[in-house]
């Protein structure tokens, strides 16, 4: 249940948004999520369906998800590297003076909103 | 083609609340009061490590505890009846984590709270039984603490990291069943160093109270220190 809590918070933000900007009714939602971010995407946009249709200002919108590929920084030899594939130690040097650049977002992007010109 | 407007908005999920847990931490450092938060998986011995730990504290300091269950008071009872110290249930309303606001919702709720001559020193909160969500909503608490039963294996500091990075101390509960598990205590504080350099590590057994009073030392220490 762990997607569900987290799409509380998205709604609950994506409405102060949209109060503030004098939005009635949004039509998408686009969400940063890191690769590493332990969200699983096809849980989020589920829970997201469910709970978001309870919304007025939400009804019908949609969720989407743009990933960021999680990079690890190394301390021993200074290079970058792909964090799925070879975890904590460096694949170049072998060290594990190492630490997540990015990946572990779970951001709210941007909302996007119909307009009648 | 439809005209949309987007609104850039750039925000973390987690913002707001990390924000509330920082001002809740500040108005909780000018009480004098100490709040702990417990993280588990389900099962692993939150309760009667808690049990153990109050009654060896509660003529030191006054503590008061806050259960987070998803839906019962069991445990609240449970420490109620063999502390005696005050213990309130939390509603989390199915939610898998507490928050700042719930936490601080929970602690106004508590009867001998806030009213600054009666503040409890400690308050400890027994956050859901869970390794994932509530290592990512910051409570407000002042440290973080979890516990690691021996049936759950060494290797959860490889498989929950965060959890694991979050936390001040790990207790490892259960000691007495290491014979019959392939718990590997050094492999699991190596993992948990991996993760979290500064972790206190202190193997107990909360069943008869071995290694607790480590755990309880630990404790008082930090409650102390947090008054100064
Ligand atoms: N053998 C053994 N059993 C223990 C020990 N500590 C707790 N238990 C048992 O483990 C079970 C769960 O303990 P609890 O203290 O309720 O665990 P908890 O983490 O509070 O559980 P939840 O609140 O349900 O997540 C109980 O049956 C305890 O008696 C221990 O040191 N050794
Ligand atoms: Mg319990
Ligand atoms: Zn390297």
Same mark, same amino acid.
């Given at each position: 249940?762990?997607?569900?809590?987290?799409?509380?918070?998205?709604?609950?933000?994506?409405?102060?948004?949209?109060?503030?900007?004098?939005?009635?009714?949004?039509? !998408?939602?686009?969400?940063?999520?890191?690769?590493?971010?332990?969200?699983? @995407?096809?849980?989020?946009?589920?829970?997201?369906?469910?709970? +978001?249709?309870?919304?007025?200002?939400?009804?019908?919108?949609?969720?989407?998800?743009?990933?960021? @590929? #999680?990079?690890?920084?190394?301390?021993?030899?200074?290079?970058?590297?792909?964090?799925?594939?070879?975890?904590?130690?460096?694949?170049?040097?072998?060290?594990? =003076?190492?630490?997540?650049?990015?990946?572990?977002?779970?951001?709210?992007?941007?909302?996007?909103?119909?307009?009648?010109? | 083609?439809?005209?949309?407007?987007?609104?850039?908005? *750039?925000?973390?999920?987690?913002?707001?609340?990390?924000?509330?847990?920082?001002?809740?931490?500040?108005?909780?450092?000018?009480?004098?009061?100490?709040?702990?938060?417990?993280?588990?998986?389900?099962?692993?011995?939150?309760?009667?490590?808690?049990? =153990?730990?109050?009654?060896?504290? *509660? %003529?030191?300091?006054?503590?008061?505890?806050?259960? +987070?269950?998803?839906?019962?008071?069991? %445990? +609240?009872?449970?420490?109620?009846? !063999?502390?005696?110290?005050?213990?309130?249930?939390?509603?989390?309303?199915?939610?898998?984590?507490?928050? !700042?606001?719930?936490?601080?919702?929970?602690?106004?709720?508590?009867?001998?709270?806030?009213?600054?001559? =009666?503040?409890?020193?400690?308050?400890?909160?027994?956050?859901?039984?869970?390794?994932?969500?509530? !290592?990512?909503?910051?409570?407000?608490?002042?440290?973080? +603490?979890?516990?690691?039963?021996?049936?759950?294996?060494?290797?959860?500091?490889?498989?929950?990291?965060?959890?694991?990075?979050?936390?001040?101390?790990?207790?490892?509960?259960?000691?007495?069943?290491?014979?019959?598990?392939?718990?590997?205590?050094?492999?699991?504080?190596?993992?948990?160093?991996?993760?979290?350099?500064? #972790?206190?590590?202190?193997?107990?057994?909360?069943?008869?109270?071995?290694?607790?009073?480590?755990? #309880?030392?630990?404790?008082?220490?930090?409650?102390?220190?947090?008054?100064?």
């Amino acid at each position: 249940m762990h997607e569900l809590g987290i799409v509380f918070y998205i709604i609950r933000d994506v409405k102060k948004a949209a109060q503030e900007n004098g939005v009635e009714h949004v039509s !998408a939602v686009v969400m940063n999520i890191g690769e590493v971010s332990t969200i699983i @995407p096809e849980y989020l946009t589920d829970c997201w369906r469910w709970a +978001a249709d309870k919304e007025e200002m939400l009804k019908g919108c949609e969720l989407k998800i743009e990933p960021i @590929p #999680a990079v690890t920084h190394c301390d021993g030899c200074g290079k970058d590297y792909p964090t799925v594939a070879h975890g904590k130690k460096c694949p170049h040097c072998g060290s594990e =003076q190492t630490w997540l650049l990015r990946g572990n977002e779970v951001e709210i992007k941007e909302i996007v909103v119909p307009q009648n010109k | 083609m439809e005209n949309v407007k987007i609104i850039e908005i *750039k925000k973390s999920v987690f913002e707001d609340n990390d924000r509330a847990a920082d001002a809740l931490r500040g108005e909780l450092k000018k009480k004098g009061v100490f709040l702990l938060n417990l993280m588990s998986s389900p099962g692993s011995g939150k309760t009667t490590t808690l049990i =153990q730990t109050i009654n060896r504290l *509660k %003529d030191k300091i006054r503590i008061a505890v806050m259960e +987070a269950d998803i839906d019962s008071d069991v %445990d +609240a009872i449970k420490i109620k009846e !063999a502390t005696g110290v005050e213990s309130i249930q939390l509603h989390t309303g199915g939610m898998c984590h507490l928050d !700042a606001e719930m936490t601080e919702q929970g602690l106004s709720n508590l009867q001998f709270t806030m009213h600054n001559s =009666q503040c409890p020193d400690l308050v400890i909160l027994e956050n859901v039984g869970n390794l994932v969500c509530p !290592a990512e909503f910051d409570t407000g608490a002042v440290k973080n +603490a979890m516990i690691l039963s021996v049936p759950e294996g060494h290797d959860k500091p490889l498989k929950y990291p965060l959890m694991f990075s979050i936390c001040d101390v790990v207790v490892i509960n259960k000691m007495d069943v290491l014979p019959y598990f392939d718990f590997d205590m050094e492999k699991c504080k190596e993992y948990i160093h991996m993760r979290n350099p500064k #972790a206190t590590v202190i193997p107990i057994c909360a069943r008869t109270g071995e290694g607790v009073d480590v755990f #309880a030392n630990w404790l008082l220490k930090e409650v102390e220190n947090w008054k100064e």
